[in-house]
């Protein structure tokens, strides 16, 4: 009953439509995605391979919600300082630059599944993942960083920092993003190191975890009816054995 729950959840929510801005998982983590859905035990509910965004906020909101900020930038590959120039002139209010690292949220059939993808994830230097457990039972892997960067450079639509500055903080965000991508290759290795393993375990308790079936058979069987392997090991045949005889015998099918 587990296991149907569990596989009701990962088709209800592979199926539905993606509702991010871009529609789509993002190329650096597509193979991941992909590696992860195929295994009975996992299914992602949702995933950023890491972006730079610039974002516009309302003046009165310290804390900037999607639906109070309008997107000036965003770009999930290195960016250049004409990228973020261009967005901060549409700038009306409160724009702040950010480097958002990759995420990934896992639900998972079992705790130990869950504690498995938690070690890959914090040994690939994900150090900020965590596990929760839903009041539905439902239990989330969660593949974060604190390898964060937010600045503000604008307030009421001007601008507050110099070109140089700039220059500076793209640099920055720039190797943030290599790291970053560094950093999802060595998940990826790690995760395939990891499941690869599991799966061939699962496969082989299957496998042992049938019920065998026993047929009585009667079958008549002759002595001197040997295998090539067997022959040196059997010693030639009598008179008195060679007739047939009949034995039963239990075949495991």
């Not at 965003?74 to 990759?102: I, R």
Request: a neutral charge.
């Amino acid at each position: 009953m587990e296991g149907d729950t569990f596989q009701q959840w990962k088709n209800q929510c592979l199926s539905k439509c993606d509702l991010s801005k871009k529609g789509s998982v993002d190329h650096d983590i597509s193979h991941i995605v992909s590696f992860i859905n195929s295994h009975d035990q996992y299914f992602t509910t949702s995933s950023c391979s890491g972006r730079m965004i610039l974002i516009d906020g309302v003046s009165d909101c310290p804390d900037v919600q999607k639906q109070n900020c309008s997107w000036l930038f965003v770009t999930h590959q290195k960016c250049q300082n004409k990228d973020v120039v261009t967005g901060l002139e549409k700038s009306v209010g409160e724009a702040t630059f950010k480097f958002e690292p990759f995420v990934l949220h896992v639900q998972c059939k079992h705790l130990e599944d869950a504690q498995l993808l938690h070690t890959v994830a914090i040994n690939s230097g994900f150090r900020n993942s965590g596990i929760t457990v839903g009041k539905k039972g439902k239990i989330i892997m969660a593949v974060r960083s604190t390898h964060c960067l937010e600045v503000p450079l604008s307030h009421r639509g001007k601008v507050l920092i110099s070109d140089e500055y700039l220059d500076f903080l793209v640099g920055v965000a720039n190797e943030k993003m290599e790291e970053n991508l560094k950093r999802i290759e060595r998940f990826n290795d790690c995760l395939q190191a990891a499941l690869q393993p599991q799966q061939q375990i699962r496969s082989l308790q299957e496998g042992t975890d049938k019920k065998p079936v026993y047929r009585r058979r009667r079958k008549r069987v002759q002595v001197n009816s040997v295998t090539d392997c067997d022959s040196q090991s059997v010693k030639e045949p009598t008179e008195s054995n060679q007739k047939e005889m009949d034995c039963d015998l239990m075949f495991l099918s």
